[in-house]
């Protein structure tokens, strides 16, 4: 794959994301209005493996990110292009690229709606729907149904405890990057007859806080496993990124005051990428569009 290409009056060169100053890889989000701040990247680069496209005199045209997931899963995503190289082809070298690297793993990413046609036309499918759900907590929170378990704040090094959960409901293992997002968050599980059931995280993240990965069999453990950490984000900013349309979750995060701001496709491509098991755990709540 060329490693350059021309966009009308400019040359662009792929090269490394590690390589490249933070600091315009945050000018690049801001550019395109995504909230990512210099830690949040800080973050990525660490978790996964990218390519930027500057130009001759080091100007960020674009990103394009993979993130290994056990063996043969990849998500993507941190898929950027300046608004001055868009509906130019730059989108698509960048994701040549990045699919040449990820060679024959299965893929999964979050499509916006301006990226969706360029993901159709590299042979993604669609799955579900992403609701960004997001707002100020308020200062009560709604009733919650009656606990069935045991809720506990866990450290970060009792992670091997969640990572089996985890691997049901997400379909393969991610420890690696469970113990990079738990490093600055908190984790806090269910335990039911002595059985881990659930799980969530909570950390920083772009205008405030994002809470997830949310796993959890059910929608009463889910809003548990949620509201432990919404109580203590009152007037704070808080996002849950949800595949679930309805239900009692749903409507949870809806009176929390966590209102529908966007939505994105999660795609895939070799495989199906979302399967659920009866009565077994699910995902409730994303680690983040490019996580999944």
Excluded at 35 to 58: K, T
Excluded at 107 to 134: M, R
Excluded at 220 to 244: N, W, Y
Aim: glycine share 10%; net charge positive.
């Amino acid at each position: 794959m060329q490693r350059s290409v021309r966009l009308k009056s400019f040359e662009l060169v792929a090269r490394d994301i590690a390589e490249v100053d933070v600091k315009l890889l945050h000018a690049l989000s801001i550019g395109v209005g995504w909230p990512h701040r210099p830690q949040d990247w800080e973050l990525l680069r660490r978790a996964g493996h990218g390519i930027v496209a500057v130009d001759g005199i080091g100007r960020v045209f674009g990103s394009a990110m993979w993130f290994p997931q056990g063996d043969d899963l990849a998500t993507i995503g941190s898929v950027i292009t300046a608004p001055r190289g868009q509906a130019q082809g730059g989108g698509r070298w960048l994701m040549d690229l990045v699919l040449e690297q990820c060679g024959d793993r299965i893929l999964t990413l979050n499509a916006t709606h301006p990226a969706y046609p360029l993901y159709v036309s590299l042979g993604f499918t669609a799955e579900a729907i992403v609701y960004k759900c997001q707002g100020e907590v308020p200062p009560e929170l709604p009733a919650t149904p009656v606990l069935e378990g045991e809720l506990n704040v866990k450290s970060s090094n009792r992670l091997k405890e969640i990572t089996s959960l985890d691997t049901r409901a997400f379909g393969t293992n991610r420890e690696r990057v469970l113990a990079l997002l738990s490093e600055n968050a908190s984790v806090c599980t269910l335990k039911r007859g002595g059985e881990i059931v659930g799980y969530s995280m909570r950390r920083e993240f772009g205008r405030g806080h994002v809470i997830g990965p949310i796993v959890a069999k059910n929608d009463h453990d889910a809003i548990h496993l949620t509201a432990v950490h919404l109580k203590d984000l009152t007037r704070r900013f808080v996002r849950v990124d949800t595949r679930e349309k309805d239900g009692m979750f749903a409507e949870f995060l809806q009176q929390s005051r966590l209102g529908l701001s966007d939505t994105v496709t999660t795609m895939s491509k070799g495989r199906r990428f979302l399967t659920r098991e009866d009565n077994g755990p699910w995902v409730y709540g994303l680690a983040g569009h490019a996580l999944n």
